[in-house]
Nanobody
Framework: EVQLQASGGGLVQPGGSLTLSCAFS????????IGWFRQVPGEGREGVSC????????YYDDSVKGRFTVTSDNAKNTVYQHMSSLKPEDTAVYYC????????????WGQGTQVTVSS
């Protein structure tokens, strides 16, 4: 069974940094890519970043390029999203997901973690 657990959210001031973690079980990095998505009330989930260890590629939405970095720890079956230079518009519930490919195909969602960027 595909299971994912996102954690690490919190309140941070504009310009600050935060690292989210996504721990997973039931599959390995050889099976799926891991993507990060975010959602604000009243809107759909948007893709933020993705890492696919099968080809060593990472992908970022234009809104976070240069500010967010996604990494993985194979031994811990965990993916991290390091977020810096945070802006109020980054405020959202962040979710991680197992993906058939970074281009799409969700196999499972983790529960969300709230990130609030505010002074």
């Amino acid at each position: 069974e595909v299971q994912l657990q996102a954690s690490g959210g919190g309140l941070v001031q504009p310009g600050g940094s935060l690292t989210l973690s996504c721990a997973f079980s039931g599959f390995t990095f050889d099976d799926y890519a891991i993507g990060w998505f975010r959602q604000v009330p009243g809107e759909g989930r948007e893709g933020v970043s993705c890492i696919d260890n099968r080809d060593g590629q990472t992908y970022y939405d234009d809104s976070v390029k240069g500010r967010f970095t996604v990494t993985s720890d194979n031994a811990k079956n965990t993916v991290y999203q390091h977020m810096s230079s945070l802006k109020p518009e980054d405020t959202a519930v962040y979710y991680c997901a197992a993906l058939v490919a970074c281009s799409g195909g969700v196999e499972g969602w983790g529960q969300g973690t709230q990130v609030t960027v505010s002074s």
